[in-house]
């Protein structure tokens, strides 16, 4: 039986966008996700989460869906635009209505509220005058983290800032692959640290008002060189400067990676680092939240020449693959719990002054279905989560602060631009009944918590 120390903080995620529907509802503005979904061709099925798992009306019976698995925490994120639909000014009562029921009734239930500011539901009117490009979007976002503390700051057990700031950026204005949908060189690199000074602020305007621990989470890939090759170690380094270095550092070493400047020129250059920036960033953590899926096994692929300032954040030279695995996810991911323990352990020898860890998104996609008996068998999901948890404890005997670990998800859900096939939730959702069903993933993972 794999073991976890006395305290370990076992805990099921979601995001907003992704189940609650009700879009219209309330006062609530759209989202830079509303627009995105509703332009043709960008997300697969061509759905998007206006209706998702009805989470709005349907609260109470997933936050019992949450009791009965003996999860002792939630973690679930705030929509922006139900909160203020235009992403300034004064607050929308009705919105804050809302997760003021949801978080009363976690405590009803005994469950500790994980609330997540950003969850990539960027109000639509901030969009409109930049989005994250535009310095002012972080400012905004204090404003709104402080509206947060103070009506909602004596309820929250845990606040997390941002949820993985390389995706709201670099997939989000540089790869075009998820919302706004653009496609631009440093604008994509402005965006990520406006996103990172966004944090900042708001960690400062939360902790002025709350006592309450306050992180923020990362999405970390470690990155697989595809041979020994000077050319592939080389391009393995980029990609870990993309999606790992380039948030890292700020956040827990106070600068931006050095190496950044091979590949983009000096930040430090350009006009969207103002003085004071980074030590705003690297404010301290109560704790950092990980979220793991794969590793990323990548070979060199040169560009051609071109001008730095040309060149989409993104393109760093590298060509992403998947390696033949014995075991893949659903949507073709390679499943490598190794990864994880990696992760972890190179934060910890990285930085010194990291601080208490907690895994707060894991899972895997798969096409579940309901038998005819009325159950889901999705043992490939049970032996997956069973995997990550033996590399999570791996990583704390060998020293790693790691306190926690969420389930992703709760619920089957809207899954961005991939649209509602892939299935992660340890509870299956009929979209068309909203029917839910636990999974033989559910009952497996209510025993380890148990024992």
Not at 50 to 56: M, R
Not at 66 to 81: C, E, K, N, V
Not at 164 to 183: D, L
Not at 241 to 264: I, S
């Amino acid at each position: 039986m794999i073991e976890f120390p006395p305290g370990f903080v076992w805990g099921v995620a979601t995001s907003a966008y992704q189940i609650e529907g009700a879009v219209a509802e309330d006062g609530r503005g759209p989202s830079i996700w509303d627009t995105f979904a509703a332009t043709p061709g960008k997300v697969a099925d061509g759905t998007s989460g206006a209706v998702a798992c009805d989470h709005y009306h349907r609260w109470a019976e997933d936050l019992d869906l949450i009791a009965g698995l003996g999860a002792g925490a939630y973690r679930f994120s705030i929509a922006w635009p139900r909160v203020q639909p235009d992403g300034r000014g004064p607050a929308n009562a009705a919105g804050l209505d809302f997760y003021k029921r949801l978080l009363d009734g976690m405590a009803e239930r005994g469950i500790d509220a994980w609330a997540t500011l950003y969850h990539w539901d960027l109000p639509q009117a901030l969009e409109d005058v930049g989005g994250w490009r535009a310095r002012d979007t972080a400012a905004r976002f204090a404003e709104y983290a402080a509206i947060l503390a103070d009506h909602l700051g004596d309820r929250v057990g845990h606040w997390i800032t941002l949820n993985e700031p390389y995706c709201s950026s670099i997939t989000g204005y540089a790869e075009g692959r998820h919302a706004p949908g653009a496609r631009e060189g440093h604008g994509a690199l402005a965006a990520a640290h406006h996103l990172l000074l966004g944090h900042g602020l708001a960690v400062r305007e939360l902790r002025a008002r709350v006592a309450a621990p306050v992180g923020v989470t990362l999405n970390m890939s470690p990155a697989v060189a595809a041979s020994d090759s000077a050319t592939d170690q080389a391009a393995a380094r980029r990609q870990d400067l993309l999606v790992n270095r380039l948030f890292t550092e700020p956040l827990l070493g106070g600068r931006y990676p050095a190496d950044a400047a091979e590949v983009w020129g000096d930040l430090t250059d350009f006009s969207f680092l103002a003085d004071g920036d980074l030590d705003t960033v690297a404010a301290p953590l109560d704790f950092l939240g990980v979220n793991y899926y794969y590793r990323v096994h990548v070979r060199d692929s040169p560009l051609p020449a071109e001008g730095r300032a040309a060149r989409s954040a993104y393109q760093i030279g590298v060509e992403a693959f998947v390696p033949d695995a014995p075991r893949r996810t659903g949507v073709g991911w390679p499943i490598e719990p190794e990864g994880l323990y990696a992760t972890l352990m190179g934060l910890k020898e990285r930085y010194p002054t990291l601080p208490p860890v907690y895994i707060t998104e894991n899972g895997c996609a798969y096409a579940d279905e309901v038998g005819p008996d009325g159950r889901v068998d999705d043992a490939p999901r049970i032996a997956f989560t069973s995997d990550h948890l033996a590399a999570s404890a791996r990583a704390i005997a060998d020293g790693v602060d790691l306190r926690g670990y969420f389930h992703w998800s709760l619920l089957d859900n809207f899954e961005w631009a991939r649209g509602y096939p892939p299935r992660f939730g340890l509870v299956h959702v009929d979209y068309d009944t909203q029917v839910r069903t636990p999974k033989a993933s559910y009952e497996w993972l209510r025993g380890v918590i148990a024992s």
